[in-house]
């Protein structure tokens, strides 16, 4: 990523571990905290994303292979169950 591209700046707290253990992830790959964290965002906007395209794929799925009108409310609920199991 280039700087000349970056326009706002995000100031964070961190715990002093949180951010010794970010030191060190950075200078293993050679690279700045700030990279690092900016790469740290960037993959949780994709899984962000990821998610909501397989949710819809899902939805989609659903209504090829039963033919049956799709119950809103269960469906829901199944997105819902799958979503929370997956989250840390």
């Given at each position: 990523m280039c700087t000349a591209t970056l326009e706002r700046r995000v100031q964070i707290l961190l715990?002093?571990?949180q951010y010794a253990a970010l030191e060190h992830e950075a200078s293993v790959h050679r690279q700045s905290v700030a990279s690092l964290i900016r790469e740290a965002v960037d993959e949780r906007l994709k899984r962000s994303k990821q998610t909501k395209v397989e949710a819809l794929e899902r939805l989609f799925a659903s209504a090829d292979v039963t033919?049956?009108?799709i119950v809103w409310e269960e469906v829901k609920d199944s997105f819902e169950?799958?979503?929370l199991r997956d989250l840390p």
């Open positions: 715990d002093p571990a033919g049956q009108p169950r799958d979503y």
